[in-house]
């Protein structure tokens, strides 16, 4: 796929909570395809020390009006000044980067997602409901006040929720969800993104089920676009690189 | 209308910008943001004798102004290139110039020898500089009689032009320089990274796998420029300048340092068109100073004792 840079220009930098926002891009007409999965490398302006770019997973993508969402955590000094962009500026991307997740065999899919993994799925809701899938969200989250548009995700799917301390939806981690103790027999892929230790339990979880899974991985990254070879990832290929190879894997080709 | 050419050994660049290994893949990874035969040269990714898989992950922490990696080489090997790579690149309407490494002097003197061949090649970049891997690389660029030999050995197989890219991490720069002058290099081009490491405080860790690895970006453009400066007065045979180029005003200052040419790394992760703009940048430079030839830039350095 071609790779561009463009300026988009913020139409909201909408809050979701302490950690979280949503900011919406306005970009060219008409916006290259977006698949879901795949990344911007945004670089980040009037920020001292913050020299790279940041990679982020696409949101949600509205080709009608040409917006593209992202939703990121503040997480250092580069975050914290995305957070604080106001409609009107101006916000530099090399786009769209990385692979995306594949059509499944069937049509229920299972999609997992934690804390701000849950980024590139709202994208892959909107595309499989798209292909007539039926895609059911089940998210994980420290606190019922990290929850993110779950009415959106609504939209293209059923929504269970966990939370570390019972805020929201069931108590307990989200790869214990009483769920997934009773799942239907005709899932066909499970998609998850979210932190490791919890993507690792997902896909053990999977392949004891005998359901292909997609792990969307996060890594550091320099380059974003397969040139520098810094951000690798050992699978039972070799050494592969999340930015081109990824950031979407099959879970049984990590080795992790 | 000004003239930006210039000439490395017997090699003519159509201007000065070339793009450093190791941070522009084979070219291909840029091309949808730029028209790679604006440029002087391309070096390309450092090869060796036989693939290698580089080192373990993280291989790199973005640090104040630039960033450490620790890649190791990562590449599938001469004949793979040979076979495999460059079938798509040698129709780019510029140079293609090969970093060469390995662990051994017969390993690099089998690459440079194999390269020797490629007609669209004309010219290596002698890697004795790479400070990521445990063989080879750095240890005949920090060892003055290693860098001679390397170099020597090298220059019977390879007869076009030899560049030796030189590592930073010794005490007089520009006693490398000379050794690898004398051994029959054509040019040299430097600085490589500069062996650094970054410490995760929390985990009392190290943060890349490696524990050291090679500082990049403007955090060591003025130690390069320096080394430079240090390194044109002390040869005859062209400077290609590299460290921390991140606009057209930096590479002007390497050239006014001493370089003929200069290599833009880091960079193109921040801004994948920059090349392009530091070409455009030396030109309006030029015309805005009246200075009818880039080559009357370099070494053009005033100094008032």
Known sequence: ?256 | MVNLGVNIGNLHLKNPVTTASGCFGYGTEYEDFIDLGKLGAIFVKGTTGSKREGNPSPRTVETSSGMLNSVGLQNKGVDYFISNIYPEIQQYNTHIIVNVSGSTIKEYVMVADKLNDLEKIPAIELNISCPNVKEGGMVFGTHRPSAIEVTTAIRKVYNKTLIVKLSPNVTSISEFAKAVEGAGADAVSLINTLLGMAIDAEKQKPVLATVTGGLSGPAIKPVALRMVWEVYNSVKIPVIGIGGIMNATDAIEFMLAGATAVQIGTANFIDPRVTVKVINGIEDYLVKKDITDVNNLVGALKIVY
């Not at chain 1, 999965?37 to 940041?54: A, E, H, K, Y």
């Not at chain 1, 989200?174 to 932190?195: A, K, R, W």
């Not at chain 1, 039972?236 to 950031?247: E, F, L, N, R």
Request: hydrophobic share 40%; glycine share 10%.
């Open chain 1, 1 to 256: 796929m071609k790779k561009f840079i463009h300026d988009f220009q913020i139409i909201s930098n909408r809050r979701i909570n302490e950690d979280y926002f949503v900011l919406s891009l306005s970009g060219i007409q008409p916006l290259p395809e977006i698949r879901p999965g795949q990344f911007v490398q945004v670089r980040v302006d009037n920020s001292q020390n913050t020299f790279l770019r940041r990679p982020f997973s696409v949101y949600d993508v509205n080709y009608k009006q040409s917006i593209l969402y992202l939703l990121i955590q503040i997480v250092g000094e580069g975050t914290k000044v995305l957070s604080e962009l106001k409609s009107g500026e101006v916000l530099n991307l090399v786009y769209p980067l990385g692979n995306s997740f594949s059509l499944p065999d069937g049509k229920k899919v299972l999609i997992i997602g934690g804390g701000v993994g849950v980024a590139p799925l709202m994208l892959l809701g909107r595309w499989l409901r798209e292909q007539k899938m039926e895609p059911v969200f089940l998210f994980g989250y420290r606190n019922s006040g990290l929850l993110v548009d779950i009415d959106l995700f609504t939209g293209f799917g059923k929504v269970h929720i966990a939370t570390d301390d019972g805020s929201a939806g069931e108590k307990g981690v989200v790869t214990q969800h009483s769920f997934l103790h009773n799942v239907p027999g005709d899932i066909s892929m499970v998609y998850t993104c979210g932190p490791e230790v919890m993507m690792k339990a997902v896909a053990l979880w999977a392949e004891n089920n005998g359901i292909p899974c997609e792990v969307s991985l996060e890594t550091y990254m320099a380059c974003g676009i397969g040139a520098c070879l810094c951000c690798a990832q050992e699978t039972v290929h070799g050494i592969s690189h999340v930015c081109t190879d990824g950031p979407v894997f099959n879970s049984k080709e990590l080795v992790w």
